[in-house]
C-alpha cells in the first residue's frame, strides 16, 4: 500500500476503519509507507460492543504516514480494559505527521477510556513491528495544529517510545 492517498472520504461504524499491518514472513515482512490520510471524517455512532481493538486510525510500522486535515470522533469500547485510541501511529513507524485534525473523544455519546492521538501506545508485539522489533514505538514524528477536544477519561496526546517527536500548537 505504499504511496496510497485516502481523501475526502465518511467512514462510519467500524472498529478500525483504517488499519494497516505488516504483510509477509517475520523476516521479510513489509509495511505501508508514503501514505496520506485527509480531509476525511471517521466516527462511530454509539460505542463497539467487543473486546477487539478499537481506534479510527490504527497503523503498525511504516514510514511516511500524515494525517491531515481529518475529523474524527467518538472511537469507543465497551468490554475489556475499554481503551479506544482515535489515531496512532506505532510498531516502530517513523517520521509519521498528525497535523490540522479535529479529534472529539466525546461528540454524540460517552463512556470508556477514549485517547485522542498518540505515537507509540496501543502495544505491539515486537514481531510485528517494523524491523523486527519495538525498541521505539514511533521515531521522528510531529504532531501539530490538531485540535483535540473531550477526553474526560485520559488523555489527549499520547507518547510511548515516541523517540525525537515533536508536538506543539496543540
Known sequence: ADHLHIRKTRMVNFNAAIKANGYGPQ????????????????????PRN?????????????????????VIA?????QGDQV???AFLKGNSSHGVMERNLVLCEWRHHGGIRIG???????????????????????????RN??????PA????Y????????????
Open 27 to 46: 523476516n521479510d515482512r513489509r509495511f505501508a509507507d508514503d501514505v496520506v490520510i485527509e480531509d476525511s471524517f471517521l466516527y462511530n455512532t454509539e
Open 50 to 70: 467487543t473486546r477487539n481493538p478499537v481506534t479510527a486510525i490504527d497503523v503498525v510500522g511504516g514510514k511516511n504516514w500524515v494525517l491531515r486535515n481529518n
Open 74 to 78: 467518538d472511537y469507543a469500547l465497551l
Open 84 to 86: 479506544s485510541y482515535h
Open 117 to 143: 492521538l498518540s505515537f507509540g501506545g496501543g502495544g505491539t508485539g515486537g514481531d510485528y513491528c517494523d524491523g523486527g522489533g519495538c525498541d521505539q514505538g514511533h521515531q521522528g514524528g510531529t504532531m
Open 146 to 151: 490538531n485540535i483535540i477536544a473531550n477526553c
Open 154 to 157: 485520559d488523555i489527549a496526546i
Open 159 to 170: 507518547v510511548n517510545k515516541g523517540a525525537d517527536s515533536r508536538i506543539y500548537n496543540n
